[in-house]
Each structure stands twice: as structure tokens, then as C-alpha cells.
């Protein structure tokens, strides 16, 4: 496993555009995508954990919210951010 997980939901390609900026910027990134159940959902080995989610309907789109509580992250990772949608941070 890379040091660096986001996991990442994306619709239209913007929220995947910004995640790959992102692991860009970071190196040793994995881009785990949830549009459908995430292929890894362990991810206790990585040192930094994040997500790229858009807001549909003023909420997480899809299953997100169900996948996020199936997501194992090492209590001592050094950080755990949440990046949502760069339109909602703008407001
Ligand atoms: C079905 C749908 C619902 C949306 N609802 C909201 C919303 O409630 N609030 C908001 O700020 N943007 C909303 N948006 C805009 C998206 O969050 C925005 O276009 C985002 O960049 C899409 O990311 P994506 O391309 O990764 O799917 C919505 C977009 C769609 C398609």
C-alpha cells in the first residue's frame, strides 16, 4: 500500500480531477474510487488517509456514506482530512 489513500467519488470528473492533483502533489498516492464499493477498504497500512467527494442534493452522493463506515484507518495515521467538493468550500 502507498503512503498516501484518497478515496475518491466522482461524477462528472471533478472531484477526480482535484484527487489527482492532489496525489499529484503528494506522491506515493492511491486513488481509491467509490462510485461503486471501494476495492480496498483496509487501509490501516497508509499514513495519510482522505476523501474527494462531491455534494449532490446538499449531501454525499450515492453510497458514500454506507461505504465510509466499512473504512479501517490506523488510529495513529497522522492525519485523516476531508476534502469536500471545491464548490461547497467556495461558499
Ligand atoms: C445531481 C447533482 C446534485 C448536486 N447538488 C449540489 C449541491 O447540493 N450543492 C452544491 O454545491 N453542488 C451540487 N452539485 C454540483 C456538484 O457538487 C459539482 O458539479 C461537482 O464539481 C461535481 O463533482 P464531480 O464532477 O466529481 O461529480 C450537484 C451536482 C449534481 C450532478
Not at 453510497?63 to 473504512?71: L, M, S
Not at 490506523?74 to 467538493?85: E, G, I
Request: charged share 25%; aromatic share 6%; hydrophobic share 35%.
Amino acid at each position: 500500500m502507498k503512503e498516501n489513500v484518497i478515496f475518491c467519488y466522482s461524477g462528472t470528473g471533478n472531484c477526480l480531477d482535484m484527487a489527482k492533483n492532489i496525489a499529484k502533489e503528494l506522491g506515493d498516492t492511491d486513488i481509491i474510487m467509490m462510485r461503486k464499493y471501494p476495492a480496498v477498504t483496509d487501509v490501516r497500512e497508509a499514513k495519510r488517509v482522505g476523501f474527494v467527494v462531491p455534494c449532490y442534493g446538499g449531501g454525499l452522493p450515492g453510497h458514500v456514506e454506507r461505504y465510509i463506515h466499512d473504512i479501517k484507518v490506523a488510529t495513529a495515521a497522522d492525519s485523516r482530512v476531508t476534502l469536500r467538493d471545491i464548490s461547497t468550500i467556495s461558499r
